[in-house]
């Protein structure tokens, strides 16, 4: 795989990670949903993602790089899918008690504001709770499938990249 073919791959994956990103974030800010501390874990893991695909497509590795990025972009998106499919999973099938935090409120009242600032960052949402879909999925089911689709090209360009790129026919004839 070309230098520039491998640049162009994890620029576009940074875009991908950053919209992902940017809709979560106007689906919290504009439309109100609050997410919950697995979607927050998922964020984080998109940002993972997206830090790395920056790094890879700045830097233009060759080919271990490639498989170094890509590697590092495989862990990120294995986490974030797993979190994600534990969450569709719970959607599916909610427990009677839910073990997912407790609400702003709470953690106010019983552990002051100074402490519970931080605790906003793990989300105050219902991580059983459906409160969006699109075409019958969930937003932890779309985001299921996004890290899938990371893990594959992750894959592809670990698998591409750690190739040595073989000359064909017609660039032979070209540099005699």
Excluded: K
């Excluded at 991908?16 to 974030?25: K, P, V």
């Excluded at 407790?102 to 059983?128: K, Q, S, T, W």
């Amino acid at each position: 795989m070309s230098r520039s073919a491998t640049r162009r791959a994890f620029l576009l994956l940074f875009l991908a990670c950053a919209a992902l990103l940017g809709f979560g974030l106007y689906l919290q800010h504009v439309i109100g949903l609050e997410p919950c501390p697995m979607c927050i874990l998922q964020r984080y893991a998109f940002v993972a993602v997206a830090l790395v695909a920056l790094v890879a497509a700045l830097h233009g590795p060759r080919r271990t790089g490639s498989v170094v990025y890509g590697l590092l972009t495989l862990v990120a998106a294995l986490a974030g899918g797993t979190v994600a499919g534990q969450q569709s999973l719970l959607q599916r099938q909610p427990p009677s008690l839910l073990e997912c935090g407790p609400g702003f409120e709470y953690m106010v009242e019983n552990f002051g504001l100074a402490d519970a600032l931080p605790m906003i960052f793990r989300g105050e949402g219902d991580c059983a709770a459906i409160d969006w879909s699109f075409l019958g999925l969930s937003i932890a089911n779309w985001s299921l499938l996004c890290f899938a689709a990371v893990t594959v090209l992750a894959l592809w360009l670990m698998l591409r990249g750690g190739r040595r790129r073989e000359s064909s026919l017609w660039e032979t004839r070209l540099s005699r």
